[in-house]
């Protein structure tokens, strides 16, 4: 029986460790498929080697949080989506958790939504831990994985810019905020010279409230008015004000988005410099 049970006791050591190799071997191709580091050809081979679909929609999430790795995030992230062998949870650095998901044919942009609020309240719990998620859009093909990793990515870094208030942003919702993200600092400071000249425009509190309203109410005078609790002959003397200020009359649809994109532009500079000091 001694016997027997030190057969059963290494035939169980012996699937663990093909399990765990298996698990091993799917994490290092999913890395390398993150990263961009495989061939075509290899995608494939080695795709059909460890059983992994090929032609099925898949989104990729990025999760950040602002806690050290202790080891725990991972599994956390990966107890959700535990007994799936079919998504994929992996790190391929010291910040970020990645979610390679796999998508049933039915599933929208709202659920995607959902998944990614699934992933935010495990660390909503915790106090003293930030998370930030973001995710690609949704690709057909295994090869197309990356596209949506870094897309996810890039999200991330944006949405921190433009939509400080969200926890979780999508890609596909960036709008104009991916294009500038995209612009180098020097045409930046071109661009908003050309447009203020040596004007300053530090603009105070009142005013930048009464500009967001006014954009989020498409330029609607008495809708704004009304919301900001002010008179409407009040918001015209504000944007009359701004007007001779700035040289943008923001009742004008070409001056507001000249306004608005400059305003996003200022954003982006101020949040590089952060970075570099």
């Given at each position: ?166 926890n979780i942003i999508a890609y596909s919702a ?41 954009f989020e109410n498409s330029l609607n005078i ?56």
């Amino acid at each position: 029986d001694v016997f027997m049970l030190g057969k059963l006791a290494a035939f169980q050591i012996q699937n663990l460790l093909v399990a765990y190799k298996e698990r091993f071997d799917k994490d290092n191709f999913i890395k390398n498929l993150l990263l961009d580091n495989l061939l075509l050809v290899d995608i494939y081979n080695r795709a059909k080697k460890l059983h992994i679909e090929t032609e099925v929609r898949r989104v990729v999430y990025v999760v950040e949080t602002n806690r050290e790795k202790d080891g725990n995030e991972l599994e956390k992230v990966r107890s959700i989506f535990g007994g799936k062998s079919k998504d994929f949870v992996t790190a391929v650095d010291e910040k970020n958790i990645i979610v390679v998901k796999e998508l049933a044919e039915n599933e929208t942009y709202e659920d995607l939504e959902k998944t990614a609020e699934v992933i935010l309240n495990l660390f909503k719990a915790d106090e003293d831990c930030e998370a930030y998620i973001a995710y690609g859009t949704v690709v057909n093909e295994i090869k197309e994985v990356s596209r949506s990793y870094k897309e996810a990515r890039m999200a991330l870094d944006v949405g921190k810019i433009f939509f400080e208030e969200k926890n979780i942003i999508a890609y596909s919702a960036l709008g104009i905020g991916r294009l500038i993200y995209q612009l180098p600092i020097p045409l930046c400071k071109m661009f908003i010279k050309e447009i203020f000249g040596e004007r300053n425009i530090d603009l105070d509190d009142e005013t930048m409230v009464t500009i967001q309203k006014f954009f989020e109410n498409s330029l609607n005078i008495s809708e704004t008015s009304r919301q900001l609790y002010i008179h409407r002959n009040t918001l015209v003397y504000r944007l009359d004000k701004l007007q001779k200020s700035t040289g943008l009359d923001l009742r004008v649809f070409e001056d507001a988005i000249t306004f608005k994109i400059a305003l996003m532009v200022v954003k982006y500079m101020k949040y590089m410099e952060t970075l570099d000091y």
